[in-house]
């Protein structure tokens, strides 16, 4: 039978041949096609700029407006102790309590002396170490105001309002309506080029959602981890202990829902929230796998301790447990970031913000008593937390306590005299510019940072005019403020990067300044 | 031989085809068409009056006359000639603190002042002190818009809005959109268990 070429070609592949050449052909695409993937991926990765250094910063949020008036305040020598001690009535801390509490400050600023709550001799401790230091009179701000200016000045929107200020403080814009927090705009610009080998988000809440780590468009997703790890998806069952065993679904019911969850999850979809919605699983569960690395990770470290000659690993929860902070709900917190700092190399973040809070502080009643275990839980927990973070760079030759820093924030502060003339009952209430404070290896510390502690004064230079209460205008804006820290990380001041985070920030500081202010220089480069 | 070549030109077709998918630039993200979103008409804008607002002390004493008319009929508003405007329903709330009813129902009456503030101003009033949120619902306001008259029994002299034990209501600006309104309870003493909070709640914070 005559044939052209064609059919010839057809009839004489055979299936066996067809399938022996076929192989051969795509074991020989398969490498070439992976190769120049990763070419482009190389070449990728050398056109942005990557840094190999890790940077954290930690958000510490008080929720509820502290009364600050009462975190830092004026003794012995200083000017204005006897204003405090008068004005504050029913609600002063006494000297002679924080003399018996060892919470006194030993580095006198040029305004006089200073202590902390009784509540707080470990941060007082660190203070005076150099590991911590304060930043007086912070607040939210749209451009410089005083009280002259009060009146006529761009405010706030909504002062003395919880919700609002909180917000401001995370998003640094005090004038517009919300829409990003200045983390999350940090993120938006720098997680690609400083985290080229990321593999989980670089906003890591402990403390849930928050507005601090909404980033533009949602860009960077916040990633919410607990003190055990990562927070499962729950719908298939209770977590995935119960679901999996070595990597492979369990043959019980929870194991099978998972199962059929995660093969739900792998189909695709035309519809965009679908599709949206199954790549937010598939990449939760993907981080899971990351957090899972990452506690690996800090459950392999260990230094040798010098006294016993044993090995001392990260039992992070038993130095917490020793700083009376072990049934803390912020301790927790802070255990779940540090185990993310000890497993970092996991996660592969060059810089990570991190996010906890402490709530409690809306202290319109019974201040005393209200404020003193808020802020003993906060003094242990911050001591157990520097003290896990020195285990860390022990173990870790890698590791700096010099890398991460953590920074407090609250709505507000609260009025100068109290509500009432009972000690049992008076609180007081919603005010302005507070005290913060900053810890970590890079802080300078030691030092009380800011334009100088307000004027302590119902109706004096420093309070708004309208008002009996004593409400500090700010003398240092939060943009400024966090602009430091935002240097720190690796955002040029005077840069468009700078400028994108901070649209405000001009109105405080020149735009060609390289540096931050001298008042404020509180973070080593 | 002529069907080895023709296997491996296709395989050379195949990778070469290969090469140049992996090699092609980077498309731009496909732009999703823009939702339509269903026009909703606002609600007709109330026209104030738009005088300039003055200290408490002087909007009592010396109302200084409006410039310019406002032309409206909007029966929800009196249209003062002094050039403050009057919210009607407002004050007939405002009234019914002077009546006897309820602590709870005095309590309701102010958290619906606030609650109508924010319907005309889209925000509670900014302050943290009794007096600055009595002055936003007397006039002093950017519409100079009146909800509760400064001839109010329950003012005291010091402009705070008074409970019906003579205690000043504690006003908690919880966000721009929720305000709570504390009455002291009989005890005429704040933050205890017989304290009458707005939307029937009580105790203590």
Known sequence: MPTNASEDILTSVSRRNFLKKGTCGLMTVGPLVNTISQLKLMQSAAASTVTSDYKAIVCLFLRGGCDTNNVLIPIGSHGQAASYQTDRSVVQITESDIATAGSALTTASTSGQYGLHPSMPKLAGMFNSGQVAAVSNVGTLAEPTTRDTYNDARLPRQLFSHSDQQTQWMSSVSDKAFTSGWGGRVADLVHDTMNPDSAISMLITAAGNNDFMVSPGGSVPQYSVSSTGAISISSFGTNYANALEDGAYRTNSTGQRLKAMEQIMAYSHAHILEKGYNASVRRARESEAKVSEALSIKAGLSYTDEDSGEPVGMDFESIFEAHGAGDSGLGRELIAILNMIAGRKALGNNRQVFFVDLGGFDNHAALLSSQAPLLGQLDNCLAAYSDCLDRIALADATFNTDQVTLFTSSDFNRTWTPNSDDPEDAGTDHAWGTHTFLMGGAVKGGQIYGRGYPTLAVGGPDDVPKGTRGRWIPTTSVDEYSAVLANWFGVSYGSSEMATIFPNLSRFSSSTAVAPPTELDFLMS | ?205
């Open chain 2, 1 to 205: 031989m002529t069907k080895k070549l023709s296997i491996f030109a296709s395989i050379a077709l195949l990778i070469a085809g290969v090469v140049v998918w992996q090699l092609r630039p980077d498309s731009a993200p496909v732009q999703a068409d823009p939702v339509a979103v269903a026009f909703i008409p606002d609600p007709e804008p109330v026209v104030f009056a738009q005088a300039t607002p003055r200290p408490w002390q002087e909007v009592m004493s010396y109302p200084e006359p409006r410039e310019t008319p406002v032309i409206s009929q909007d029966a929800r508003f009196n249209y003062r000639d002094d050039g403050f405007n009057e919210m009607n329903d407002a004050l007939a709330l405002s009234a019914t603190l002077e009546q006897d009813q309820s602590v709870q129902d005095d309590v309701h009456a102010v958290e619906q002042l606030f609650r109508r503030y924010h319907w005309a101003f889209g925000e509670m009033p900014v302050g943290s002190e009794n007096s600055e949120f009595v002055l936003a619902l007397l006039g002093q306001n950017r519409k100079n818009l009146i909800l509760l008259p400064h001839s109010s029994s329950r003012l005291s002299m010091t402009g705070e809005l008074l409970d019906r034990w003579g205690t000043p209501y504690f006003f908690h600006t919880e966000s721009s959109s929720q305000l709570e309104v504390r009455s002291a309870g009989p005890d005429r003493k704040m933050w205890n268990d017989d304290d009458v909070l707005s939307a029937g709640l009580g105790g203590a914070l």
